[in-house]
């Protein structure tokens, strides 16, 4: 069980968000805490904001450096899994259905461009 209250903590969600989206938080945070003080109504929205962030915090991302170090692992040889691979297993498909699903995605993106 997770203590929701814990994950919503403002403090706890700035040492858990990368260093480069911290000082983006915290000025929202910041506005949507006086709206919230000031008028009262705010409260429901603070809560909202500090849910969708606490789920960002969660789903850690790789900083741009972790990115270049692993992409350098990977050009020196590093093993690697292919997309379909990790797909299928993530999402509980098979490898074709997974392969599929991929160059869908892949499709619709170039096509958005």
């Given at each position: 069980m997770t203590d929701t209250g814990a994950a919503q903590d403002?403090?706890?969600?700035?040492?858990?968000l990368p260093e480069e989206e911290r000082a983006y938080f915290l000025a929202q945070y910041r506005k949507l805490a006086s709206a919230a003080?000031?008028?009262?109504?705010?409260?429901?929205?603070?809560?909202?904001?500090?849910?969708?962030?606490s789920i960002r915090a969660r789903a850690r991302r790789p900083s741009g450096d972790e990115v270049t170090a692993r992409i350098r692992e990977i050009r020196d040889g590093a093993p690697t899994v292919p997309v379909e691979d990790f797909i299928a297993q993530h999402l509980g498909m098979s490898r074709v259905e997974a392969g599929a699903w991929w160059r869908?995605?892949?499709?619709?993106?170039?096509?958005?461009?």
């Open positions: 403002p403090q706890v969600l700035l040492r858990r003080v000031e008028s009262g109504t705010g409260y429901a929205a603070l809560q909202r904001f500090l849910g969708v962030w869908r995605r892949v499709e619709r993106a170039a096509g958005g461009r």
